[in-house]
């Protein structure tokens, strides 16, 4: 990844869903139970998973229906989320080689860190679970800043908690918004493409500095 002397990267940031851990198990097991307490039929795990990093209301909506009552969409939303937080760390874990790939970023004295629009009540207790919330350099969730991603004020939160300027950080995403918001922050930009993207999608209209297929060649860029 080329830089300039004076701006080497020295902080990774991750978004959490669909690139630093695979919680696409868990979120569609919740949507399976919510799905048989409304009687709605369960959908296909590989129809849920490309929706995942967009959150809860497109996940119900996917499920329910794009024409939902505002109040009924708001209740789904609701026990939906209760249902996920009681399931939270079922099945959720790190995606293949992030483990190798974040021990070598401390070894490197590389700090990383996660911007996710999930809310704190839910990243918090998974970065827990699975061991990752004292190591990393900053965590800000949707409830962190008053503006979420794309805005690049969660983006600038992050810097100033991992002690980093924009231009040394690389931000790493497997949504639009993701690109957007590091893009928006000075920030290089990576593509996960192992992560939750539609098929639909045109990841080449998001104008990332790059795209990777795994988590290894993260490490490979830096």
């Not at 039929?41 to 009552?69: C, E, I």
């Not at 992030?98 to 629009?117: D, Y």
């Amino acid at each position: 990844m080329t830089s300039s002397p004076q701006h080497k990267i020295n902080t990774v940031l991750f978004d959490l869903d669909g690139t630093l851990i695979d919680t696409a198990p868990d979120m569609a097991a919740a949507l399976d139970i919510l799905c048989d307490e409304e009687n709605q039929t369960r959908l296909a795990f590989n129809k849920v998973r490309p929706f995942v990093s967009n959150g809860s209301v497109a996940l119900v909506k996917l499920a329910f229906g794009d024409a939902l009552d505002a109040a009924i969409l708001d209740r789904l939303k609701t026990r939906y989320l209760e249902i996920y937080q009681d399931h939270l760390t079922v099945h959720s874990q790190l995606f293949d080689e992030m483990s190798t790939l974040l021990i070598q970023l401390e070894k490197n004295n590389i700090k990383w860190g996660v911007v996710t629009n999930k809310p704190g009540w839910l990243t918090e207790p998974l970065m827990e679970s699975l061991g990752l919330h004292q190591r990393a350099a900053c965590i800000v969730s949707s409830d962190s800043t008053q503006n979420r991603k794309p805005h690049p004020e969660p983006m600038y939160y992050a810097c100033e908690l991992a002690d980093s300027k924009p231009d040394e950080c690389v931000y790493i995403g497997d949504a639009q918004r993701d690109i957007e918001a590091g893009q928006n922050a000075g920030m290089k930009t990576i593509i996960a493409a192992y992560g939750y993207i539609s098929e639909t999608e045109n990841i080449d209209n998001w104008h990332a500095d790059y795209c990777i297929q795994s988590p290894s060649q993260i490490f490979e860029l830096l």
